[in-house]
């Protein structure tokens, strides 16, 4: 048998190595367009930071590795330019010795990746304008800012974007970033993203959002960038971070099917419309694990799953990939954001119905030094609560509450299900009530009909009623909410007679515990119409674009120690 892997890095490279561990006669040859067949993409902005300083480190193996270890014939910078289904070969250029030849395939697996956008706008061909997709940009970007480079733009909010940012200002550069949405980070929902942004700023990022850049001039060496606002900025060098696209060009001239994302479409064992042609990787469409819908989501854990998924198959094995859910994690200086599943946008863009709830637990015990407020957020079916995703923003503990949660997704769990997680605990790690379990009593609760919320996007246009404030009076001074009254839940019981039980009652406090103590309350002594806002004041102005309990800031409200009720009281 003899297999031919066009592309290398996650999936290609996954694919060889299988079939070769599952069938050691089988011919395997691998063909790469550019010089390097494996290394990690998603540690070149760290290159370019220094945060990795040997570049030796970003390259997992080499062809001669390949072949001694595994009997691979790995060709580097042959680029594959055809393929001829009927005679079962392609057409290969050899970019060194600059010639052209076929090579016959019994099996054939595409594995060609994304290409980064770049959008046919005026002066997009300056040469200090790159993009970072492999090693050789990565050189390029770092040699530019090796020879001394002071400003960079970065054009895209996404993860790249807020990475490459993140890394040029490690460097001491100047840095702006141009984002046309108003948030950073797509995949979070806008209020989610709030405290990185302030973060960013804060670390000397400057962020212009909802600006659309419009064309690049040249200005004496360096790049001016014009927006759509009518203003500009001067810059060193810039960096397109403005998303990919399926490289599906060869996919699509050999007649393979492509589907409506302009990815190529697969089965479940990752062969294309033709059955001795597989894909795998960024540039094959996959379903979408919540909302089922087919989608492109470029990430290298599942494609170094979906190449091995190919070689299981080619092998006589019967192995099936059935979804991605997008888990993914960002760095962004201090801070770490990131999810799993479906966004609130993406729900409600499809019209699915769900709830959700914001828990703003503490990384590890709180009385532990070194440990942050974070931002948690958890969608879920609204009638038998089974989760549907969850994003997490925070400084410490972030990364292991977003794969809790990709877990949980992934099995079908519902939010009954995490009341009785049990997890890791010791006062430097987590809590005896883990954020993850908290959201899962809180999420129960409302599904049990024991709490009834309300949300900061309510406000002020579905809130007629009393609006109660149960923090303290010091807190209340501080910052509150317009129309509030304030009666602190400490006496909250004999002051009853003060509220009007003909109007419903929309209470708050700071993240939402004590709120929820004066909801019970108040149910409990005859108040018909009461709800608790979600997330408390944390979340509400995180809405409105203020940030309350970013690391490093002032708080705008005097913090309350809502954690020793919690670890009094007990669960929510």
């Given at each position: ?155 895209g909010g996404g993860y790249v974007g807020v990475e490459v940012a993140e890394a040029f200002q490690h460097r001491g550069m100047n840095v702006c970033l141009i984002e046309l949405l108003e948030e950073i980070l797509p995949p979070l929902d806008h209020e989610m993203d709030r405290a990185l942004i302030h973060h960013m700023e804060r670390q000397g990022v400057s962020l212009m959002l909802g600006q659309r850049a419009e064309s690049f001039h040249d200005a004496n060496g360096q790049v001016e960038v014009r ?328 708080n705008p409200l005097i913090t309350y120690a809502e954690d020793r009720h919690v670890t009094a009281d007990g669960s929510a």
């Amino acid at each position: 048998m003899k297999v031919v892997v066009v592309g290398g890095v996650a999936a290609g490279m996954s694919a060889a190595a299988r079939l070769r561990r599952l069938n050691e006669d089988a011919e395997i040859v691998v063909f790469e367009r550019d010089e390097y067949v494996s290394f990690a993409n998603c540690g070149l902005p760290y290159h370019i930071g220094g945060e990795i300083a040997d570049r030796e480190k970003l390259l997992v193996v080499t062809p001669e590795r390949l072949e001694r270890q595994l009997n691979i014939a790995v060709h580097t910078c042959h680029e594959v330019t055809g393929i001829d289904r009927e005679r079962r070969v392609i057409h290969v250029f050899d970019r060194r010795g600059k010639r052209s030849f076929e090579e016959s395939w019994g099996k054939l697996i595409l594995a060609q990746g994304a290409v980064p956008l770049r959008p046919p706008l005026p002066g997009i061909d300056h040469p200090k304008i790159f993009t970072l997709r492999n090693i050789p940009d990565m050189d390029a970007i770092k040699r530019t800012v090796d020879n001394g480079a002071k400003s960079a733009v970065v054009i895209g909010g996404g993860y790249v974007g807020v990475e490459v940012a993140e890394a040029f200002q490690h460097r001491g550069m100047n840095v702006c970033l141009i984002e046309l949405l108003e948030e950073i980070l797509p995949p979070l929902d806008h209020e989610m993203d709030r405290a990185l942004i302030h973060h960013m700023e804060r670390q000397g990022v400057s962020l212009m959002l909802g600006q659309r850049a419009e064309s690049f001039h040249d200005a004496n060496g360096q790049v001016e960038v014009r927006l759509g606002s009518g203003t500009s900025v001067r810059c060193d060098l810039a960096v397109l971070a403005m998303g990919v696209r399926s490289e599906s060009s060869l996919a699509r001239e050999a007649g393979l099917a492509i589907g409506e994302r302009g990815g190529l479409v697969v089965d479940e064992h990752m062969r294309t419309s033709d059955p001795d042609i597989y894909a795998a990787g960024d540039m094959v469409e996959v379903t979408d694990t919540v909302t089922r819908d087919q989608a492109i989501i470029a990430l290298a854990g599942p494609a170094n799953r979906q190449g091995r998924i190919a070689a299981d198959h080619i092998c006589g094995r019967p192995t099936a990939y059935t979804s991605t859910q997008g888990t993914s994690v960002v760095k962004v200086f201090e801070m770490t954001a990131g999810g799993t599943g479906a966004s609130e946008k993406t729900l409600k863009r499809k019209g699915m119905p769900y709830e959700k709830v914001y828990i703003h637990g503490n990384g590890h015990a709180s009385y532990y030094p070194g440990t942050n407020p974070m931002h948690l957020k958890v969608l879920f079916a609204p009638g038998d609560g089974m989760i549907l995703g969850a994003q997490v923003a925070g400084v410490d503990g972030v990364d292991k509450r977003i794969d809790v949660m990709a877990v949980a997704l992934r099995a079908g769990m519902s939010v009954f299900d995490l009341e009785h997680l049990e997890l890791a605990y010791a006062p430097p790690y987590g809590s005896a009530k883990d954020p993850v379990n908290m959201a899962g009593f809180v999420a129960a609760n409302i599904l049990r009909g024991d709490l009834e919320q309300w949300h900061a996007e309510d406000y002020p246009a579905r809130t007629e009623g009393t609006i109660l404030d149960v923090r303290t009076p010091q807190e209340f001074d501080e910052w509150h909410i317009e129309e509030a009254i304030n009666l602190p839940l400490t006496e909250l019981r004999q002051r009853l007679g003060e509220l009007d039980r003909n109007q419903a009652i929309y209470v708050y406090c700071k993240s939402g515990f004590r709120g929820y103590l004066a909801y019970r309350i108040l149910k409990q002594r005859g108040f018909s119409t009461v709800r608790n806002l979600s997330g408390g004041l944390q979340t509400f102005l995180l809405h409105r674009h203020v940030c309350m309990g970013c690391p490093e800031t002032e708080n705008p409200l005097i913090t309350y120690a809502e954690d020793r009720h919690v670890t009094a009281d007990g669960s929510a």
